[in-house]
């Protein structure tokens, strides 16, 4: 009986681990891994699942392995609520969809607003004066950051930006927000950063959708501060891009 019974406790600990390996597997192979975890970590990602499917043939070989258990004569015994929690924490791993951020969690963080005044990075020179400043996923972080620690440099520039529109609270009218999320290491510590736009037709953009912002850099009050904002000269709706976050480390 005692044996019977440990080699059900066994069963369950293998399919458990069998389903995380699962659940590991479809992420890492899926098209969207960027939206949950910076690339430059996904080295580390992999390797942690290299790690997991060891210790879920250790339990494979520990679950059929009858001489182990009579010789050892232990139950290592595990709290029901433990098994709860992770066959809870796998079946929700498994049937909710992975979906990029919007604005409904922007409005829960609070979007990363800097203080002006403060001077440009040395790896950060002033712009020409011909040359139109283009915010890429590449320098989205660098140049955004840019903006508002020295708006002053970039007043009258020419400005185009892609994100998507949020609103939030109390902002100036016709003006909302073209906004990307910046991530440093997950989705969990993801940071909505972008740009202040004014467009007569402010209205007739939704939230959550995307738009390529085309126009030159000005400031506005907001709050009590002076921010940057991008003044409308043409607005163009786009498809939600493929890759909707912005990097840290880039």
């Given at each position: ?26 992420t890492?192979t899926?098209h ?58 796998l ?27 403060i ?52 902002l ?79």
């Open positions: 009986m005692f044996l019977l019974k440990l080699f059900g406790e066994n069963l369950l600990k293998l399919l458990i681990l069998l389903g995380f390996s699962l659940l590991f597997y479809n890492l899926t969207n891994l960027s939206q949950v975890i910076n690339p430059q970590f996904i080295g580390n990602s992999k390797l942690g699942f290299g790690l997991l499917l060891v210790l879920t043939l250790i339990q494979a070989i520990r679950t059929l392995d009858w001489r182990h258990a009579t010789a050892c004569n232990c139950q290592h015994k595990i709290g029901q609520f433990c098994y709860i929690v992770c066959i809870g924490t079946i929700l791993g498994l049937i909710v969809p992975i979906n990029p951020l919007g604005s409904t969690t922007a409005s829960q963080k609070g979007v990363k607003f800097m203080q002006a005044g001077t440009i990075p040395a790896s950060l020179p002033l712009p020409s004066e011909q040359a139109a400043l283009v915010i890429t996923d590449e320098n989205h972080v660098r140049y955004v950051t840019a903006l508002y620690e020295n708006t002053a440099a970039f007043i009258g520039k020419d400005i185009s930006l892609k994100g998507f529109v949020y609103r939030p609270d109390q100036p009218d016709r003006t909302f927000l073209v906004t990307r999320f910046e991530i440093s290491c997950c989705a969990a510590d993801a940071v909505p950063s972008g740009l202040l736009v004014e467009w007569n037709d402010s209205q007739s953009i939704k939230n959550d959708s995307w738009v390529e912002v085309h126009g030159k850099l000005a400031t506005v009050d907001y709050l009590g501060n002076k921010l940057p904002v991008i003044k409308a000269a043409e607005i163009i709706p786009i498809k939600p891009l493929a890759t909707p976050y912005v990097y840290i480390n880039n």
